[in-house]
C-alpha cells in the first residue's frame, strides 16, 4: 500500500534549487550522464537565475514535495510557439503515485500551443505513456559522440565575445559560442570540460570554425545531435550513445485531464 504522506506540485523556488538540480543529474538516463547542463559545476546558478526571473524567464521549473523532501522535478523551456519537455525526474520513492504526470499539468502554459518532447528509444514505458496521452512521433535524433578533426585556422572566422562565453563557461561549466563567418553566425555549445556540443554535422566539418573555438577550449571531444547518420568522412570517428524519438501534441487534442489523478 502507498504511503498516506502528502505531496505538494508547486513552482520552484530558491530553497529548491541545490535538492532540484540534485535529482535530475541522480535520474538522469544512464545513457546521457556527463552529457547534459546537470553535470557541470555551475547549474545550479544557472536554475536559481531563471528562478530569479520568474515569468520572464524562457525555462521554468516545477517540483514535487513528499514530508516536505523534493522528490520530483520539471524543467520546460517556452518559446512563443512551443514549450519543450527539457528534463524530467521522480525519485524511487515517489514513483507509481502519478507525480510525473501531475508536475506535467502543473508546468503547462495554456498560452502556448504546442509541446514537444524527446523521449529515449530505451524508454519504452515513457513512450508509451506520452502516446496514450495524445502525443505523436514526429522525428528522431541521435546523440553521437566522437572526435574533431585537426583545427584550421583561416581568416574571416572570428569567435563572438569572447571574453563574454569564457566568463559565462567559468560560472556555469557551459556555455554557447558564436562564431561568425562570411555574414553567417554559428553556434556551438561548450560542456563542462570534455565536449563541444553541435546541431548539424556540417558544422564538426568546418576546421576554421572549430579553430576559433578550440583556440579558447583546446582538446575538446564532439556532441553532435542530429536526426541523420554520420556523413561517410565522419563514420569512422563518432558512435551513437542514444537514441530518442520527437514526440509532440497539440495542448487542444491531449488529454490532459488524466495528468491531474
Given amino acids: 500500500m502507498k504511503s498516506s504522506r502528502i505531496e505538494v506540485i508547486r513552482k520552484a523556488d530558491a530553497r529548491d534549487v541545490r535538492a532540484l538540480a540534485g535529482l535530475l543529474r541522480r535520474e538522469m538516463p544512464t545513457e546521457l550522464r556527463g552529457l547534459t547542463i546537470y553535470d557541470c559545476h555551475g547549474v545550479e546558478n544557472h536554475v536559481l537565475a531563471n528562478i530569479d526571473r520568474g515569468a520572464a524567464a524562457p525555462v521554468n521549473y516545477h517540483v514535487a514535495e513528499l514530508d516536505g523532501c523534493v522528490a520530483g522535478a520539471i524543467e520546460m523551456k517556452r518559446t512563443e510557439e512551443i514549450q519543450f ?146 556523413p561517410e568522412d565522419c563514420r569512422s570517428r563518432f558512435v551513437q550513445v542514444a537514441r530518442a524519438f520527437v514526440m509532440e501534441g497539440e495542448l487542444a487534442e491531449l488529454q490532459l485531464s488524466a495528468l491531474k489523478r
Avoid: I
Fill in 85 to 230: 519537455l527539457q528534463y524530467v525526474a521522480v525519485a524511487p520513492e515517489a514513483r507509481g503515485r502519478g507525480v510525473g504526470g501531475r508536475l506535467l499539468a502543473a508546468a503547462l502554459s495554456p498560452d502556448v500551443s504546442k509541446l514537444r518532447l524527446h523521449v529515449l528509444e530505451t524508454n519504452a514505458l515513457a513512450r508509451s505513456w506520452y502516446a496514450r496521452l495524445g502525443m505523436r512521433e514526429v522525428g528522431e535524433v541521435g546523440w553521437w559522440a566522437g572526435c574533431l578533426p585537426a583545427p584550421r585556422r583561416e581568416t574571416g572566422f572570428v569567435l563572438l565575445d569572447r571574453a563574454g562565453a569564457r566568463a559565462e563557461w567559468m560560472r556555469l561549466g557551459f556555455t554557447q559560442a558564436v562564431v561568425e563567418a562570411h555574414g553567417k553566425r554559428f553556434a556551438v555549445g561548450v560542456l563542462g570540460n570534455d565536449w563541444l556540443r553541435f546541431g548539424a554535422w556540417e558544422l564538426v566539418r568546418q576546421a576554421a570554425l572549430l579553430a576559433e573555438v578550440d583556440a579558447e577550449w583546446p582538446g575538446r571531444k564532439a556532441l553532435v545531435l542530429e536526426s541523420g547518420r554520420p
